[in-house]
């Protein structure tokens, strides 16, 4: 079993930044690969970014790339999403998960993979 943990959201005008965190508890996180997805009002949950058990592979979704960086601390068993140049079209509900199952990057972005979801984190991105 894992837990997790997100936070860092919040209100922020376009073109600003955030950082938020996943906090990952109960089970050996270099066990998992990590990824973001991100849910708006009236939308399905998309994939936003995934990140390897070491951190060498990292893909993003387009609608993000160049924009938003995940990285992992694993001695912390923390991951994190850096979000810069934030537009509107960024507001929605973050979730980190995990997912315990071999690492692809073409496969990183179907939410079935992943066995843990942490509760989200809202962010809000004012025009």
């Known amino acids: 079993q894992v837990q997790l943990v997100e936070s860092g959201g919040g209100l922020v005008q376009a073109g600003g930044s955030l950082r938020l965190s996943c906090a990952a508890s109960?089970?050996?996180?270099?066990?998992?690969?990590m990824g973001w997805f991100r849910q708006a009002p009236g939308k399905e949950r998309e994939f936003v970014a995934a990140?390897?058990?070491?951190?060498?592979?990292?893909p993003y979704a387009d609608s993000v790339k160049g924009r938003f960086t995940i990285s992992r601390d694993n001695a912390k068993n923390t991951v994190f999403l850096q979000m810069n140049s934030l537009k509107p079209d960024d507001t929605a509900v973050y979730y980190c998960?995990?997912?315990?199952?071999?690492?692809?990057?073409?496969?990183?972005?179907?939410?079935?993979?992943?066995?843990?979801w942490g509760q989200g984190t809202q962010v809000t991105v004012s025009s």
């Open positions: 998960a995990a997912d315990s199952s071999f690492f692809s990057e073409v496969q990183a972005g179907n939410p079935y993979k992943y066995d843990y």
């Open positions: 109960g089970s050996t996180f270099t066990n998992y690969a």
């Open positions: 990140i390897s058990r070491g951190g060498s592979r990292a």
